[in-house]
């Protein structure tokens, strides 16, 4: 059997040391130098493995195979295009940023091969006509351009141009390595208006490669369209690496699942990318009547993340006075029927006199920012939906519906090693409750986190004590007469206090409304007189575990709070108090949780309760991160890493909820999150807020005492175990199963 020299190998190596960085264009010349001329080579698979399943793909276009129009971007000196040639297809362009390479093969094939071009070319900006091919072949370009310190700027500039010049029912064949980050890229680069298909390419046996090479195939079909995935990979065991096949088949699986709730006729939020993407059709037209919910700045390219509504008018035939304009709502009136209603949103559009008006609702997150920066952040977000070509200069015309805000009064500005710049203030919206008399304003005292944009912690009703009570407390000490009189002049504010039956946060409703999930186990506690462990990580201003203290009496409570500060302020300025059913706990929340896991702490809620260890137990986590460059805004990063998910579930050995208040820039860290936790609880639900960025997350990791089948009678159960209003019936409609 004969063997390469060790000269040889040397040599070899030295040659691919010289790449490094894969995206360099100095380095593939070096590289091509160093090989010389008159020699091919291949990276991926080789012909003979190739030439079936090619030549089958290509023989399927609808021109015949000399017309067939072909792109190899970034062919280097692969011998695939001569191939194709020797094998009838004749117009074949082939490009590469490399001039040393191109020349080499020029020269190679001028003669011999006279109607294949070659052009020195930058695949991520190529010079040609939009639907200029039939087919794209990609031999590891991709994959090249993925290189881990670059990201995925490259990888989608390429893939935009490779749209770009495909023409209509073109394929885009991708052969690849599948690696995660490039068939991330893929699959949701190419979800909405693409068929799509996948298979392995078979090894020679004698040569059976560490890496496995896999074909993938994309359609150019009808914008705003989505297809499943077809899979060749399960037949394919016999010649493929099936531990790399497995990874590229779960993939898949999470992707069709994806693209299914695309199909299922639900109300999908959708991202800015994936408008871009044409998940409802081409962007630059106007269609009358169009109306979607989105999402602005997920993927962290800007300060703020906003829910949207995109509006086409119905009344193209009017004289308009913008052809796309942007109108803020300010979260206290996003509720309003005009801005939170279908018909209402369509009455703004009319009078907007806009052709396209794209709604903004601003909401807790954008209480502290200046509305200069809101637009300055906007502007680059809303630039990419103005319909038509319009001029890069013109700046798009920005409307508002008022200032949400019409008085601030600051209590106390306070500064925390841990949590940073604090501000406690109360505020009275405009028009908050549709009446302008002064008697009838609400005031709301909110809790300000800076560090995250100037976020509202917590936010709580103020309310006035009745004239009975006011009375009783008069006759308490002279000294508190005294204080009332010296506080007239302030307007009496010693007469307010927290409505602790009021949830400033809809994504607290939302986790209340959740537990219906439990809601049998919640019941039957509540009869036996037994008391449901429940942990929140997280004070924030105490609103929310003193709302469930009084909505929920026959729960114990164990909060777990980083920062002092914090808790000091809630308790100052937000009525926060403890008890036997509510303890608080200073430090560390996972390592708190580790510590009963182990059954090293025994607190409270987590003692025996009539002689019984196997009730229901909650674990709530609802702490925003200080850190957002994972693309988290709640919770850290810590809380969703793997051995955190695992405490979690060893925590809940004896079955309940693990609920988290779950806020992402980003669609991928999003769908990371969700991966993670499907990989360790078996019980994954969501309940997405219409109004919010929020997203709650319940996991169990048992049905022991989930209600999985009767749903409806387990809302009718807790509504009945309810001291305090919520809107279950309304929430739990949003409550969706992640399979």
């Not at 219906?516 to 924030?540: E, P, W």
Request: proline share 3%; hydrophobic share 40%.
């Amino acid at each position: 059997m004969a063997t390469t020299p060790p000269a040889a190998v040397a040599e070899g190596a030295a040659i691919l040391d010289t790449l490094g960085d894969f995206t360099s264009r100095e380095n593939w010349d070096k590289f091509f130098a160093l090989r010389g001329t008159g020699d091919s080579f291949e990276w991926y698979a080789e012909w003979p493995r190739l030439q079936a399943p090619l030549l089958d793909l290509l023989r399927g276009c609808s021109a015949p195979a000399e017309a067939v129009e072909i792109l190899v971007p970034g062919c280097g000196n692969s011998a695939i295009s001569e191939r194709l040639y020797d094998a009838g297809f004749r117009r074949i362009t082939n490009v590469d940023f490399s001039r040393v390479v191109v020349a080499d093969m020029l020269r190679r094939h001028a003669r011999v091969r006279p109607e294949m071009r070659w052009r020195v070319m930058d695949m991520t900006g190529m010079q040609f006509a939009d639907g200029s091919f039939d087919v794209i072949l990609d031999k590891g370009g991709l994959d090249a351009l993925m290189e881990p310190e670059v990201g995925t700027k490259l990888g989608m500039k390429y893939l935009n141009e490779a749209k770009r010049v495909l023409k209509s029912g073109g394929k885009f064949v991708c052969l690849t390595l599948a690696e995660s980050h490039v068939l991330a890229l893929l699959l949701s680069e190419f979800r909405f208006g693409w068929d799509m298909s996948i298979q392995a390419i078979a090894s020679e046996p004698s040569k059976r490669s560490a890496f496995q090479t896999f074909m993938v195939v994309m359609v150019k079909g009808k914008m705003g369209v989505v297809q499943t995935i077809k899979s060749l990979l399960d037949q394919s065991a016999e010649y493929c690496n099936m531990k790399q096949a497995n990874a590229v088949i779960r993939a898949l699986g999470n992707e069709n699942i994806i693209r299914e709730s695309y199909t299922s006729g639900v109300d999908v939020l959708l991202s800015l990318r994936d408008l871009q993407l044409g998940a409802i059709g081409d962007l630059k037209v106007i269609v009358p009547g169009r109306r979607k919910q989105f999402i602005l700045g997920e993927q962290g390219s800007s300060l703020y993340c906003y829910k949207a509504v995109l509006l086409d008018t119905k009344k193209q035939t009017e004289i308009f006075v913008y052809h796309c304009g942007v109108f803020i709502v300010p979260k206290a009136r996003a509720q309003e029927w005009l801005f939170a209603s279908e018909e209402g949103q369509w009455h703004v559009v009319e009078s907007a006199k806009a052709s396209r008006l794209i709604m903004v609702f601003l909401d807790s997150r954008h209480s502290n920012a200046d509305m200069d920066v809101i637009k300055k952040d906007l502007s680059p977000l809303v630039k990419d939906l103005e319909p038509g070509n319009p001029d890069e200069e013109a700046p798009i015309p920005f409307m508002m519906a008022g200032d949400g805000v019409k008085q601030r009064d600051i209590l106390q500005e306070a500064t925390s090693e841990i949590t940073g710049p604090m501000v406690v203030e109360d505020v009275i919206y405009e028009n908050a409750d549709g009446d302008q008399s002064s008697m009838s304003e609400k005031i709301f005292r909110r809790l300000i986190f800076k560090r995250s944009s100037g976020l509202v912690q917590s936010e709580a009703l103020l309310i006035r004590d009745s004239p009975g009570d006011e009375t009783d407390k008069k006759t308490k000490s002279a000294s508190a007469t005294s204080k009332k009189r010296r506080n007239q002049k302030r307007g009496s504010k010693n007469s307010l206090r927290i409505d602790h039956s009021f949830l400033g946060s809809s994504y607290h409703s939302s986790i209340i409304s959740g537990l219906s999930l439990v809601a049998s186990a919640l019941s039957a506690a509540a009869a036996s007189g037994a008391k449901v462990s429940t942990t929140v990580i997280g004070l924030g201003a105490g609103c929310f575990p003193m709302f469930l203290r009084g909505c929920l009496p026959f729960i114990d409570i164990e909060v777990v709070e980083l920062d002092p500060m914090v808790a000091e302020l809630a308790k100052k300025y937000f009525g926060f108090s403890m008890d036997e059913q509510l303890k608080v706990h200073l430090g560390d929340g996972i390592k708190f949780v580790e510590d009963i896991a182990a059954g090293n702490l025994r607190t409270t809620a987590h003692s025996v309760s009539n002689g019984s260890d196997n009730a229901v137990k909650i674990l709530i986590i609802d702490v925003d991160s200080s850190d957002l460059s994972f693309g988290l805004s709640c919770p850290p990063e810590n809380f969703v890493e793997d051995s955190f998910l695992l405490l979690a579930k060893e925590f809940l050995s004896e079955g309940g909820l693990f609920i988290i208040n779950l806020v992402s820039r980003s669609s991928s860290v999003r769908e990371m999150v969700v991966s993670r936790l499907k990989a360790v609880f078996e019980y994954l639900y969501s309940l997405q807020l219409e109004e919010d960025v929020n997203e709650v997350l319940f996991v169990s990791p048992s049905e022991r005492y989930l209600e999985i089948n009767n749903l409806d009678a387990a809302v009718t159960k807790l509504k009945d175990l309810l001291k305090f209003p919520v809107d279950v019936d309304s929430d739990i409609k949003k409550l969706q199963r992640l399979q």
